[in-house]
Structure formats: C-alpha cells, structure tokens
C-alpha cells in the first residue's frame, strides 16, 4: 500500500539558537556571519543553504546535533486539492 504523499519543508532553528545571544548582530559576530543572512536564515526565507554557515553556527554554539539547526518537517500548508 502507498503511503499518501506529504510534502516536506527544511525548517531552520536559527530563532531559537540566536537565543543564546544579545542580538542576531552579537551571533553574526561570533559566527562571523553578515546580519543580513543570518537575519534570512532565522525567518527561513531561503533558496539555498551555506554549509559554510551552519558550520560556524555550529562551532560557535558548540552543538554536535545537525538537528539542532535544521530540521525536515511536514509541510501543512499544502492543501490538498482533490477534496
């Protein structure tokens, strides 16, 4: 039996993480990313990915998890035109 299609969204946690900083700004310091695509990044307004990117996040918050920055989720906004 077929499973019924559900399309998926990559979703960045770049919000959450820049928690554990003052300001998008201070991360971009650390990380030594521009604002301007971490600010991209944390609204999930992306076409492509650095994994330049998430390295540096990834070293500067010392996280071992790739899922603690991104994440692959169901997407419900699809709406399902056959009904």
């Known amino acids: 039996m077929k499973a019924e299609y559900q399309p998926k969204k990559i979703v960045l946690h770049i919000d959450e993480l820049a928690?554990?900083?003052?300001?998008?700004?201070?991360?971009?310091?650390?990380?030594?990313?521009?604002?301007?695509?971490?600010?991209?990044?944390a609204r999930n307004e992306h076409k492509r990915i650095d994994l330049g990117h998430l390295q540096r996040?990834?070293?500067?918050?010392?996280?071992?998890?790739?899922?603690?920055i991104i994440s692959i989720e169901n997407d419900d906004s699809y709406k399902d035109e056959t009904n």
Do not use: F, V
């Open 19 to 41: 928690k554990n900083y003052d300001s998008l700004r201070d991360m971009g310091r650390d990380t030594d990313i521009q604002i301007s695509s971490l600010s991209r990044l």
């Open 57 to 68: 996040i990834a070293e500067a918050l010392d996280l071992n998890d790739m899922n603690e």
